[in-house]
């Protein structure tokens, strides 16, 4: 009896001393299984692996199965409630969990909002970040690494995905140019919002800022030999001032160049490909008058450049004109004025 | 006009002295003398009848000289002449010209320059988008095309629109005129340069819009049916109209302004775009030339018809003498 209950008090003190590293051994006892599955309702076939070696690669490593999936508390279990992120991201959280208004950003976004009418397609995080994987976003593994971006949000949005990977951006990232935009680089991350939203990083009102970004004077797209004065020439052209004047019915960046399927204009498939230019321009509710001359010559074009030719010449002509003709009526206006005075002057 | 109340007043004074006196004559010999009764009521309803007389002259004679005076008035004011500049057809042109062109300007220059607050004021807050500005810009826009083939058919199919034409067709005299008015405005000349009806700053003010008005509706002409024209037509349309926008704006809101309001001469501003007169006084110091014209011309006028009646007298003679 004695020694009985001697093992039992050995057993219950390794018990309660392992209890934090052999809570995840003890999942594991099933959950490490590769073949462990479970029939949803709608017949799919889900698998319930948890691959240890990923785990301990992911941001979580140190933390327990039972940290998140706080609804367990016994063996087996049969219903398993969405792990909720927000039980430990939350601002001036106690166990010292990433905070800040990126993850409330979320909530006021599309996804966030959608998720919170209770639409069941809405990605909540770990649809994105994912769950038992959450690598840092630095590392080539992780969903959300800049190449993966793509293929992570095009699980959703596959139609979207399957444009943006033939479009040169989506070309040049998958080559590896990492400059070259992700879906989160023009739509935002936790911020996304819909393109109607008015503040909305591609909403008609935004997108030639979020373009100028990159293809602005100052932009990254320099580097690749890209010009960079696209964004000057069509906020100087009668699209970029109509915009100015918070005009939406004009041509933003995308009206002409596609936005997820963006080409490059050698592209034959291209928007502004020298032949579909026409089409471009004679969209419905833009130029449907349009004429294969009224879209010929060139498009982006600075008639303070030399390179301009006729316009720059027209320009310059023009300035010359009004410089020299209101100098000269100005100093006429003067010599008025000063005659006048002294005849003034001699009248007193 | 001060004048002929003081005139009046002195008038008034004479006529009340002369009733008086009147008065006074008729009552003396009746108060003197009688003292029945009878003889007493007599001399009143006397002098009761006598004031009534008197003072119905006087008030007669008061309105004659009142209207008398007006037509005084009115001839004084023929005698003041007025010489008309600007016929109604073409002061009537220059103000559907004028307001056309504000619009244009309010409607145009925020174009020129979006990133302004005052651009977006004007386009958004006051006239609501884009959308409208456009849409009043192009109303605008036919105010002064309608102008300027107005005044196409007017040079050419009016006698006075035609003559003035003419007149303004620049003349080697002008470059003498502008070079001699710019040593008198530095005080090498002792006076200015004597003008025809058209100086040679009307002149470049006259082209100047000539010129605007082609470019600015040539190129608003492309601008507004640019899906008819071809990219690069619409390119050179839109730089032109622009810049000559800005360079008329600039023209107008200093050049002109300062000849029709800011200068000393007529501050606030000229009326003759209203009245289209010019006085005897202006008419001589601004176009001296144009005035001796005229005046030379009534003179023939004069003769001509001092000249017809003797001569139709002596037609009425003939043939008198041959019936």
Not at chain 2, 196 to 216: C, L, N, P, T
């Amino acid at each position: 009896m004695t020694r009985l209950t001697t093992y039992g008090y050995c057993l219950l003190t390794v018990l309660l001393f392992s209890a934090a590293q052999a809570a995840p051994q003890k999942c594991l006892l099933c959950h490490g299984k590769k073949d462990l599955t479970k029939q949803e309702e709608t017949g799919r076939t889900v698998s319930l692996y948890v691959d240890t070696a990923q785990l301990q690669m992911t941001v979580h490593a140190d933390r327990d199965c039972a940290d998140c999936h706080i609804d367990i508390v016994e063996i087996p279990h049969k219903q398993v409630r969405k792990v909720n992120c927000r039980r430990c991201h939350y601002t001036g959280n106690p166990v010292g969990a990433p905070e800040g208004e990126l993850y409330d950003q979320y909530e006021h976004s599309v996804h966030g909002i959608e998720v919170a009418r209770g639409n069941p397609r809405a990605p909540v995080c770990q649809d994105c970040h994912g769950s038992h994987d959450i690598i840092r976003h630095d590392l080539a593994a992780s969903k959300m690494y800049k190449q993966n971006i793509p293929q992570t949000c095009g699980r959703c949005h596959i139609e979207v995905y399957a444009d943006y990977r033939e479009s040169v951006h989506g070309m040049a990232l998958a080559r590896g140019i990492m400059d070259s935009p992700s879906c989160a680089s023009c739509h935002g991350e936790h911020n996304i919002q819909r393109p109607e939203e008015p503040g909305s990083k591609v909403s008609a009102a935004n997108v030639t800022g979020t373009c100028s970004d990159c293809h602005g004077p100052m932009g990254v797209a320099s580097k690749y030999g890209i010009k960079t004065d696209r964004t000057v020439t069509f906020e100087e052209s009668f699209h970029g001032v109509a915009q100015m004047m918070e005009s939406r019915m004009v041509a933003n960046c995308a009206s002409c160049h596609g936005y997820h399927d963006v080409r490059s204009h050698d592209d034959p498939k291209s928007s502004v490909y020298p032949d579909n230019i026409p089409a471009t321009c004679g969209k419905p509710g833009c130029h449907p008058e349009a004429t294969v001359s009224f879209a010929s010559g060139k498009i982006h074009i600075d008639p303070k450049s030399k390179e301009s030719g006729i316009l720059y010449y027209i320009s310059r002509f023009f300035m010359i004109l009004t410089a020299s003709t209101l100098a000269g009526l100005f100093v006429f206006i003067v010599l008025d004025l000063f005659r006048r005075a002294r005849k003034a002057r001699a009248k007193r | 006009m001060a004048e002929r109340i003081a005139k009046g007043q002195q008038r008034q004074k004479e006529l009340v002295d002369e009733l008086v006196s009147n008065i006074m004559e008729t009552a003396a010999p009746l108060i003197d003398g009688e003292t029945s009764t009878e003889a007493l009521d007599a001399a009143a309803r006397d002098v009761h009848e006598r004031i009534q007389f008197e003072a119905n002259l006087a008030l007669s004679e008061v309105v004659t000289r009142f209207s008398r005076g007006k037509a005084a008035e009115k001839e004084a004011e023929q005698k003041e002449r007025t010489f008309i500049r600007f016929g109604p057809n073409f002061r009537a042109q220059h103000i559907l010209m004028f307001v056309s062109v504000i619009i244009l300007i309010i409607t145009g220059m925020p174009l020129k320059f979006p990133e302004l607050a005052v651009s977006k004021f004007v386009v958004i807050s006051l006239l609501g988008g884009l959308e409208n500005s456009t849409l009043i810009h192009r109303i605008g826009a036919t105010g002064l095309i309608i102008v300027g083939v107005w005044h196409l058919f007017y040079i050419a199919l009016s006698r006075t629109g035609r003559r003035d034409f003419f007149l303004m067709i620049p003349r080697p005299r002008d470059i003498k005129d502008f070079l001699h008015t710019v040593l008198y405005y530095i005080g090498r000349r002792s006076s200015g340069p004597r003008f025809g009806r058209f100086s040679f700053i009307e002149k470049f003010d006259y082209w100047a819009v000539y010129w605007g008005m082609v470019i600015m509706i040539g190129s608003g002409i492309i601008l507004w049916f640019k899906e008819y024209f071809p990219k690069y037509l619409y390119d050179i349309g839109r730089e032109a109209h622009s810049d000559e926008g800005l360079l008329a704006t600039l023209a107008i809101v200093i050049w002109h302004f300062y000849n029709v309001h800011l200068n000393p001469e007529v501050f606030p501003m000229s009326w003759v775009w209203w009245h289209g007169k010019l006085s005897e006084e202006e008419i001589k110091h601004h176009h001296p030339l144009e005035y001796a014209k005229i005046v030379e011309a009534e003179r023939e006028a004069i003769e001509a018809e001092q000249a017809v009646p003797q001569a139709a007298g002596e037609t009425s003679d003939t043939l008198g003498k041959e019936t």
